[in-house]
């Protein structure tokens, strides 16, 4: 079982769009770096089988897929409808061709909601142009494409995202994104897992992530046998971070692969 994180970045990237001399606003990133160069957040998780999840489509989705060589893709799901980690849905249109039918996909109650009401033509096609995807709630699926598929709703500020588990081949890599404190929930969910991709917006606290000690915190409580950092902003530092973290965790990185 193999993780592929497509994108580590926050809604702005790295580097923000500006700058002196409108070249990008780099922060603390060195920008002679490449695995400070970040693309927005997205995961795809991979079985030995070679059956592939998406996780998000994220406004850099098409560049992502491309990058890593990704054609095919079995399922999609979504963590919440905030720009960045939805509105590359179209992107999925191209995913469709040369298929049977849609692709599946999947999403929280209130995820489900939103997305038909923003992106209707995705999921019942429109003006002659074939469905993209079916979407379902979460609520009754425990098995796609020979992944085992677990899930709890964790705080994101005033909001709610969801978190994953995915288990194949024996292994599991799990999906922690866009929250803002630990739950009950989310320990039991990510007990003993063999990756947990957990969200680290920076060092200091924020109203709606978490930040480094957070994150650390996480993969602590609940035994993750290796924490892979992402959603990093611009005074992250790819190469300044890993002199700071413990051995279990990974600095994530765009393009970054690891076996479960």
């Not at 024996?170 to 994104?177: P, R």
Request: hydrophobic residues 35%.
């Amino acid at each position: 079982m193999k993780l592929v994180m497509l994108g580590s970045g926050t809604s702005t990237g790295v580097p923000r769009l500006g700058g002196a001399d409108g070249t990008g606003d780099w922060g603390d990133c060195d920008p002679l770096e490449p695995r400070n160069r970040r693309t927005r957040v997205s995961i795809l998780v991979e079985s030995a089988e070679g059956r592939r999840l998406l996780v998000d489509t994220s406004s850099d989705c098409r560049a992502q897929l491309l990058a890593n060589r990704i054609g095919s893709i079995d399922a999609v799901f979504w963590t919440h409808d905030h720009a960045d980690h939805c509105h590359g849905i179209d992107d999925l249109r191209v995913l469709r061709y040369g298929r049977a039918g849609p692709i599946p996909s999947f999403a929280s109650t209130e995820t489900v909601r939103r997305l038909r009401q923003r992106f209707g033509y995705v999921f019942a096609g429109q003006d002659g142009y074939p469905t993209i995807c079916t979407i379902d709630t979460l609520d009754r699926l425990r098995m796609i494409a020979g992944f085992g598929v677990e899930w709890c709703q964790m705080a994101h500020g005033s909001g709610e995202t969801t978190g994953y588990r995915f288990e194949a081949n024996g292994k599991s890599i799990a999906y922690a994104t866009d929250f803002s404190e630990i739950s009950d929930e989310m320990i039991d969910l990510f007990d003993g897992v063999d990756i947990l991709v957990s969200d680290c917006l920076r060092r200091e606290p924020h109203p709606t992530h978490a930040h480094l000690a957070m994150a650390i915190e996480l993969g602590e409580r609940c035994g993750a046998r290796r924490v892979v950092l992402s959603h990093l902003d611009k005074s992250m530092d790819y190469r300044t971070l890993c002199g700071e973290v413990p051995d279990f965790v990974t600095v994530g990185y765009d393009g970054l692969e690891i076996a479960a």
